[in-house]
């Protein structure tokens, strides 16, 4: 890798550290249907970008982006025009020999250029209500499914996708959910040529939950990004300063891992970019006080802003009250404590909250919502439990604390 990355996905040649996930990600796939879930900025796009560019075991990859989608009707036309961009001669091949609408749009396009095929799909596709079942059930996986090629699709943010169509066409998100289901099940993933990895910032467990659909979730194997480790983040920091000449002292690799907390890679990329920004100005060695200097400066840079403003506002769209209320609360608290807080601390200022709110709700009811909470901000990789090791004392209580130590520093500054 030459470049930093600021924000958009990783080439595939590019992707350091994530070659053991994506062969296991591989293995999965041979036997079952996969969930990708990791939270923003972490690299999801660039493994599923590497998968679709170097697909194993004889998959054909098509990828799709999905987050401005809202109707299963629209899904299905992306999914196939990106099949036909993707593989045309597979495409045709598999079509070819079945009689329905698809091959009639194939024969009309012959002469079309690639990008002519999703307008002539949607003219083509009667505008009925549920035109979208017919298609998928009768013209699109049936000879997917009797020819044999193993066709994998690669959907990127696929919960947004869902939430989308429940502002805009709520009376679709059950028929479809139970619809993709019903094909991820039936014929089972092992004699189906047939597989989805679905991908996406949004919990989709916490999505779906909330639309009393987590069912499909339990057809699908969840894979986790793995959280880059200590001495991968090191590895980084060395690499792309020995790479340009910077000269450093051995320990700043450690600092700025320590400074970091658990790293998001995208905050890693721009911590290091702006570390060989300010040798290039003073060409002197460089120092932990430089790795300070630098953490204090990305946090008001405005590369890190938008990103950093975006873990803030995402709250307000994705959490419902009174969690909203109580998520701010227990962050900016959070955010003051050196070393975290403890679960009893916690439910103290939860407590506050749904005071303030002139909300009654019974002792054991609070202690759920507010183990509801802790998991749903740890599962969107706010906060982290510590676990005995990083706890200062032995025996203490559990703490929780910012999994980020940049976002920690952030919160306190603007929002504490
Ligand atoms: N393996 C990696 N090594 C170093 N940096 C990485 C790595 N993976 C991701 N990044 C950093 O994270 C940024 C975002 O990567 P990517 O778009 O793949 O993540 P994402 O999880 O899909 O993000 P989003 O939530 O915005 O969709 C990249 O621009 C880069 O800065
Ligand atoms: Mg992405």
């Known amino acids: 890798m030459t470049e930093f990355y600021t924000g958009s996905p990783l080439l595939p040649e590019d992707l350091w550290y994530r070659d053991d996930f994506i062969a296991q990600l591989w293995e999965d796939l041979q036997n079952q249907h996969v969930i990708l879930a990791a939270p923003r900025r972490t690299g999801k796009t660039s493994v599923m970008d590497h998968m679709a560019a170097r697909p194993h075991n004889e998959f054909c990859a098509v990828s799709v982006f999905v987050q401005d989608l809202d109707h299963p009707r629209e899904f299905l036309l992306t999914l196939l025009d990106a099949f036909h961009q993707k593989a045309p001669n597979v495409f045709r091949r598999v079509f070819e020999t079945a009689s329905g609408w698809i091959r009639n749009q194939l024969d009309r396009i012959?002469?079309?250029?690639?990008?002519?095929?999703?307008v002539a799909l949607r003219e083509g596709l009667p505008n009925t209500d549920d035109a979208w079942k017919t298609l998928g059930n009768e013209q699109f996986f049936p000879p997917v499914r009797k020819s044999g090629i193993r066709l994998l699709f690669i959907v990127d943010e696929f919960p947004d996708f869902i939430l989308n169509m429940q502002r805009n066409h709520p009376h679709l998100v059950q028929p479809f959910l139970s619809w993709l289901r019903g094909h991820c099940m039936k014929p089972a993933p092992p004699k189906d040529n047939i597989r989805w990895l679905l991908g996406g910032s949004v919990n989709l467990s916490t999505t779906l939950d909330s639309l009393g659909a987590l069912d499909l979730v339990n057809e699908f194997h969840v894979a986790e990004l793995p959280v880059l480790t200590d001495d991968q983040v090191q590895d980084f920091v060395r690499r792309m300063l020995t790479h340009r000449k910077v000269q450093f002292a051995p320990e700043v690799p450690a600092c700025v891992a320590r400074r970091l907390g658990r790293p998001v890679p995208y905050f890693l990329q721009l911590m290091t970019q702006q570390l060989f920004r300010a040798w290039r100005q003073d060409q002197r060695t460089l120092s932990n006080s430089d790795v300070d200097a630098c953490f204090d400066a990305l946090i008001v840079s405005s590369a890190a802003r938008d990103k950093l403003q975006h873990f803030y506002s995402r709250i307000q769209r994705y959490y419902s009250e009174p969690?909203?209320?109580?998520?701010?609360?227990?962050?900016?608290?959070?955010?003051?404590?050196?070393?975290?807080?403890?679960?009893?601390?916690?439910?103290?200022?939860?407590?506050?909250?749904?005071?303030?709110?002139?909300?009654?709700v019974a002792a054991h009811e609070r202690k759920q919502l507010l183990h509801q909470l802790l998991r749903d901000l740890e599962n969107d990789f706010y906060i982290v439990e510590l676990t005995q090791e990083d706890q200062l004392e032995p025996n203490a209580a559990s703490r929780y604390d910012f999994a980020s130590g940049l976002l920690k520093s952030w919160w306190k500054k603007y929002y504490a």
Do not use: W
């Not at 012959?110 to 999703?118: N, P």
């Open 323 to 360: 969690k909203r209320s109580a998520a701010y609360e227990l962050l900016a608290e959070i955010s003051l404590s050196s070393d975290g807080l403890t679960r009893t601390q916690l439910l103290q200022c939860f407590e506050r909250v749904l005071q303030n709110q002139a909300l009654t």
């Open 110 to 118: 012959s002469d079309v250029e690639l990008a002519g095929f999703k």
